[in-house]
């Protein structure tokens, strides 16, 4: 490390607590919150002991994971996340907090909030937007954890940028075959004879004018879960297709109405799976079968 002219030495972090840990306020700090929850009193904590774990959780920006995958993993997360709130500002009518999820380190069950707007941990509480609610639910069918190699907390280039979400975890564009090829549906019913019982599917909302996504949503069975920006809770909601459809195209003052729908299909063995660029594309064909609702 070069010293800088002006600056004392003490002004230099040393990687520690200060240059003497045991007077700062930091250790000081860090060994009240220790005596009060009954923790080994300590001057330095590792990434998972229990007294950053405490910190955490103390601080609510932490969400705990069944570790199950599939449907029943989504529904575990859907509880676990019931009273968190929807992120301010990410609904494009105001500042926007920016938050972002992380593994925890040493943790396969654990996840962390972050705001990414200042980079660093700031105190909860916990807030969820459409698109960080659909990137962990995705990872949460696919792999029961965020630690996998195809999550990625990083969503700067989802949504109106361009990049679809559910790409990253092997899903497919859904290609209608029997319609010219087109990848737009409209309607529930449209949505519903071609989506296939026992398989997850990405929805992307798009303005009618701006073509630009501008919701992300997941569906299994005819049942959609998303995360809205409602003045309560919970944030999550659990609708059927058709009151999905009826809800994106006559909230938000209507910039939905005309608009349409991507469909990404979750991947299977046999799938006619295609990569065109950054995306996977697959022809369908509309089903005979009848999607349930809740399974």
């Known amino acids: 490390m070069q010293t800088v002219p002006g600056i004392e030495k003490l002004a230099w972090a040393d990687g520690k607590w200060g240059l003497e840990p045991a007077k700062s306020d930091t250790t000081k700090a860090l ?3 220790q005596k009060t929850a009954g923790l080994p009193i300590t001057d330095q904590v590792a990434p998972n002991d229990a007294t950053v774990l405490g910190l955490a959780d103390a601080a609510d920006i932490l969400i705990e994971l069944s570790l199950r995958d599939g449907i029943n993993g989504i529904r575990d997360f859907n509880d676990e996340v019931s009273d968190v709130q929807y992120e301010p500002g990410a609904d ?8 972002s999820f992380w593994a925890l380190q040493g943790t396969t069950n654990l996840i962390v909030q972050m705001q990414t ?3 660093d ?4 509480p916990l807030y969820l937007n459409c ?5 962990l639910a995705l990872s949460i069918y696919m ?3 965020v630690t996998n190699n195809q999550f990625n907390a990083d969503l700067k280039c989802i949504g109106d940028c361009g990049e679809h979400l559910a790409v990253r975890y092997g899903f497919a564009i859904m290609d209608r075959s029997d319609v010219d090829g087109t990848s737009v549906f409209r309607t529930a019913d449209d949505i519903e004879s071609y989506a296939k019982p026992d398989r997850l599917y990405s929805i992307e909302c798009a303005h009618a004018l701006k073509g630009a996504v501008g919701h992300e949503a997941i569906m299994y069975n005819g049942t959609v879960y998303h995360s809205w920006p409602m003045r309560q809770n919970p944030t999550v909601l659990e609708q059927s297709i058709n009151e999905f459809v009826q809800w994106v195209k006559t909230k938000d003052k209507g910039i939905h109405a005309n608009g349409y729908f991507y469909m990404l299909q979750e991947p299977r063995m046999g799938d006619p799976i295609t990569r065109s660029g950054l995306d996977l594309r697959v022809n369908v064909e509309a089903s ?3 999607l349930s609702g809740k399974d």
């Open 121 to 124: 941990i700031q105190p909860g």
């Open 143 to 145: 792999h029961g954890n």
């Open 131 to 135: 698109t960080t609610y659909a990137n």
């Open 92 to 99: 494009g009518n105001g500042p926007c907090a920016q938050c």
């Open 117 to 119: 707007l200042h980079n």
């Open 31 to 33: 060994h009240t919150f």
């Open 288 to 290: 005979s079968a009848v």
